[in-house]
């Protein structure tokens, strides 16, 4: 297999976080690996910045694919250990003036048997995502990853976001796909004929929603969230590890 120099848009910054998290795990648990924290590091971002695959990253380390693997996950799993749990986010975005929240559907390598995984609305296999975000398109948090025939209401409301939100009396902007939520979560208006101030309201209400797509953007800028070929059972510590990451490079 031919082998290329390639770069990751990431900074220093990120890889320095990511390689003490793996040093104090080598520390914690008392073990040696093949190669230093800091090349363990620059190969778990590789894989979830760039998607690459586990064959591309054994050839292009040196080692073989079951360390590839056992690497990556040994990163992943030390990264979504520190992630922040709603309750702990809450208190950051309690200071914010208002937040949009959204979902998303992450696409995942599925058969067509996989009902519940299948979303309707996508026409397309995944798992949904909930998104708060702050009112310059910021990512705050990111919600464990729930089957993709799952409704973004529902989903919502399983994570205990809108509770949260109504107990922080934090305003909250979301889709037509949250109609019914109530409390602190305002949707647009629905229908085709809509008298005039109602029109306004929604192009007023789209162009503060709009931020949230901002988030959404920044999370799939991670390619291996663009198409998972990983266990579902993973996605969650996988969307974890992209958050802790994310908030550790900016």
């Known amino acids: ?9 990431l900074s220093s910054r ?17 073990t040696r690996r093949r190669l230093p924290a800091s ?22 380390f040196g080692i073989g694919i079951a360390t590839v693997y056992r690497y ?4 992943v799993e030390a990264l979504s250990a520190i992630a922040p749990s709603l309750a702990e986010a809450m208190k ?45 398109g910021r990512l705050l948090w990111a919600s464990p990853a729930l089957p993709g025939s799952t ?23 979301a889709d037509k796909a949250y109609q019914g939520a109530g409390g602190p979560v305002r949707v647009p208006f629905r229908g085709r004929r809509l008298k005039r101030w109602k029109r306004r309201h929604n192009t007023t209400h789209a162009k503060i929603r709009c931020l949230g797509e901002q988030a959404m953007a920044t999370l799939k800028g991670w390619r291996l969230l663009r198409k998972l ?5 993973r996605v969650t510590d ?3 590890a992209v958050l802790v990451l994310h908030h550790a490079s900016t």
């Open 72 to 75: 990556i996950r040994e990163a």
């Open 92 to 136: 950051t975005i309690q200071s914010k003036a208002f937040v949009v929240l959204d979902g998303t559907l992450l696409p995942i390598d599925r058969i067509a048997a996989d009902t519940p995984y299948y979303s309707g609305k996508h026409k397309r296999h995944g798992m949904n995502v909930q998104v708060l975000t702050d009112p310059f």
């Open 238 to 240: 996988v969307v974890k």
């Open 229 to 233: 070929r990983c266990s579902t059972n």
């Open 1 to 9: 297999m031919l082998v290329y120099p390639s770069s990751i848009d």
């Open 14 to 30: 990120t890889l320095r976080f990511l390689t003490g998290q793996l040093t104090a795990k080598r520390r914690k648990i008392g």
């Open 151 to 173: 409704h973004d209401l529902t989903a919502a409301r399983h994570h205990g976001i809108i509770d949260a939100l109504a107990e922080a009396g934090l305003k909250c902007w």
């Open 39 to 60: 090349r363990q590091a620059l190969l778990a971002l590789a894989h979830l910045r760039c998607g690459d695959t586990y064959a591309q990253l054994a050839a292009g």
